[in-house]
DNA sequence: GAGGCGTGGCG
DNA sequence: TCGCCAAGCCT
């Protein structure tokens, strides 16, 4: 099959099966005349950066409602997307999507510029999201390469080199694959294909309009590739949280993550630092400050990118009035928990804490 | 260019 | 329980 008819098999199964997104303009409604928002184009690309659709879904809502345009965005504080972003994870995303926020409302008069080479001189935005929004929001001729691609393209021309060595020719092919006619719908039919039929295991040849063009598929390759360099193993890292409650309100004491870094900008229960070799025995020794901290029955345990962590939670109940002050640290009252700024590790110790209660009377 | 950087769902 | 994985970017 010759990379024309190919596009033209896979745009025709687009028509038919897209996938109904907050973002996305339906192929049908395209056809109408409907232009997609480049806002909502970038804020999706952006949180569906190693993220899954059924995660981006709620923030995406939440963002759009917030803030319906990027002069919103560039308008609102920095701590409120943080709070918004909390949960969805890899927080450098939030910080650089208000960089980028703030540089499209004061660089380029609030439109986002519609080449990947203007696209690429932005926060947050590199080769993929550049060439995602061009082509999506902007109907460019760009070859998109996401996971999906990947995977989808390596089976389809049976490469074998491991990934990520094979990326430029995973590139070059996507290219050569992109039709002019409507590429931004092309390049959305390749990652859908990817998500819901040539998936990363089982996938589901009977239903792929790829079928029969399909190398991996003809040599019965298609579930060993694409092939990847094996991973390093993540070391498990030890800490301990200290969750201070005050016994009037039942506010608990947080604080603010260093700007950069591991959950940067982010708030936090005080605890020690996170290491292989703590020791477990005196974790108490790590307490903000002197108080009757008792240590809580379960630990809490995370998984980050690249380690394990296991926390040893600590709560003490306390007057507030009556506590050395910590250094940019705040009492938040229980109402005022869920629009903090709490990533998610740091919501299951809180949950740990105020789960199991004091201890001594019946909380 | 290799490593840092979250989270939730799945088998 | 655990490893794998999901629309990558930055340093």
């Known amino acids: 099959m010759c990379s024309a008819s190919a596009a033209q098999t896979l745009l025709t199964w687009y028509d038919r099966h897209a996938r109904r997104l907050p973002w996305r303009v339906s192929p049908r409604n395209r056809k109408l005349g409907e232009v997609p928002d480049p806002y909502r184009i970038w804020l999706s690309e952006v949180m569906l950066q190693q993220t899954t659709v059924a995660a981006v879904k709620d923030y995406f809502e939440k963002f759009t409602l917030a803030w319906p345009s990027v002069e919103d965005l560039a308008a609102a504080p920095e701590e409120d997307v943080m709070k918004a972003w909390a949960g969805l994870g890899y927080y450098s995303r939030a910080r650089n999507l208000k960089k980028c926020a703030d540089a499209v409302a004061a660089e380029f008069q609030g439109r986002f510029p519609d080449t990947e080479e203007d696209l690429l001189t932005l926060p947050g935005i590199g080769p993929y999201t550049a060439a995602a929004i061009a082509t999506i929001a902007f109907d460019r001729h760009a070859a998109v390469v996401d996971g999906n691609v990947e995977r989808v393209l390596s089976r389809f021309f049976q490469i074998e080199t491991p990934l990520p ?27 859908d294909l990817g998500a819901t039929i040539c998936t990363p295991r089982r996938p589901a040849c009977a239903l792929c309009p790829w079928m029969t063009a399909c190398q991996a598929h003809s040599s019965g390759m298609v579930e060993t590739l694409p092939r990847k360099a094996p991973k390093k193993e993540k070391p498990t890292r030890y800490g301990a949280a200290f969750v201070a409650v005050d016994k009037e309100t039942g506010a608990v004491l947080l604080r603010r993550r260093p700007p950069s870094g591991l959950l940067g900008g982010m708030t936090e229960v005080p605890g020690s630092d996170w290491s292989e070799a703590f020791d477990r025995a005196d974790a108490v020794s790590g307490a903000p400050f002197p108080a009757a901290w008792t240590r809580q029955t379960a630990e809490v345990r995370h998984t980050f990118t690249h380690f394990h962590l296991r926390l040893d939670i600590f709560r003490a109940d306390l007057e507030a009035s009556g506590t050395p002050g910590l250094k940019g640290a705040w009492w938040s009252l229980p109402d005022m928990l869920d629009g903090e700024a709490l990533p998610t590790v740091m919501r299951k110790a809180l949950a740990a804490a105020l789960e199991q209660g004091s201890g001594k009377s019946g909380s």
Do not use: W, Y
């Not at 020719?169 to 002019?180: C, E, K, Y």
């Open 165 to 191: 060595d094979a990326k430029p020719v995973i590139r070059a092919r996507m290219a050569d694959l992109t039709p002019q006619i409507r590429p931004g719908d092309f390049a959305q039919a390749v990652m």
